[in-house]
């Protein structure tokens, strides 16, 4: 299990799940992925994003005007 | 063997049927959505205050999970600005490229369904729905031109297309297919019912903001400044944000509307000058071309027009470069006949 950072600052939807997609396809099940995001839509779309390709969201919190996720890796296949 | 099926989600109530129709016949479908940079998207949308209210959702995320599928999300920006710049069957009213558009999706879609082994693809068209890029004639040419042939399956209007491979090999019953046509969407939103979708997305006139004439209007002033047809995902971003005011050929204002405008407008001054009214509550405001510190004075009477002192005889102004230098200006705003309705972009 290893844990990633992936800065997604400033980026509109669905550009900052575009990105999460992409790390996550180059990461192992169980790793964990911390985003950061200002486009508050990620509040919806990212947790919407995991529940239907298997990941999960240990955490989402706000902190002056960035949201951040934390996901873990799902099994995939 | 279970065949699989990669279907073009735009989030729409058309690709919703189609997948929903081809589930039924037990193939495995999953879902692959565009990212051109002109999609209209809910977020972008909210950039204005007075929207947020509403909740907010991404339609194709939300129809792959009406669905259960997995949805791709692929950014093709890049690659897309070619079919933007030069679509060789042309623009629909606008500057829509639809037919060029959709032969370069399922072109991609192609490719990702071979490399992933998938069998066909699915696509909601409907024949006559739309003008350009859905009629009986042109639907043949995005299956030539994409290459893709007999493998693409629309299932809300296959029955009035020839047979496609996976009716042929009895990968679907064709029978179970549909034979919608036209512009009316009461046969799709009787199958909605019958299928339990409700509130999905009903979007006006298509699937990206290259179809609205503001937005065209905007990007090709844009174009003809720049004296080539060139655009960067900040450009197309800022198309859609504030009053644009191209007070002289070679550079433009990009004027905040309200605050939540002025918030999103502020994260591009690194890139871009700016000015912002000081003395009196007002917009933020970013100038996009050739400026010369000479032109500050003009820029900002025009800036201080929008504020809250366009009465007042004299506005204060902080400029900003790039750099994060910042210098006060005062002026008096400009008054209302000074301002040219031709500026307006
Ligand atoms: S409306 Fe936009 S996204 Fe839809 S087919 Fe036309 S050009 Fe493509």
Redesign the pocket.
Known sequence: MSRHLLDCRRLLCPMPVIRIQDRIAELEPGDELEAICTDPGVMQDIPAWCRINGHQVLETREEDDEYILLLRVGEGE | MQRKAVALISGGLDSLLAVRIIQEQDIHVEGINFF?G?CVEGHTHAIRKKDQKKPKRNNALWAAEQLGIKLHIVDIVEEYKQVVFNPRYGYGANL???LD??IFMVKKAKEWMEAHGFDFIITGEVVGQRPK?QRKDTMPIVQRDSGIGDRLLRPLCAKNLPPTLPEREGWVDREKLYDFSGRTRKPQMALAKQFGFEDYAQPAG???F??DEQYSVKLQDLWKARGSRQYEMDDIMLLKVGRHIRSRPEYKLIISREEGEGKFLQGYRKLYPSLKTVSHPGPLCLIDGDFAEEQIEEAARIVARYSQGKNAPEVELEYRDTEGNTRLVTVTPLAPHELKKEWVV
Do not use: R, V, Y
Request: with cysteine; hydrophobic share 15%.
């Open positions: 051109t002109f829509n490229p639809c558009c959709k890029s298509g699937c990206c290259l179809t």
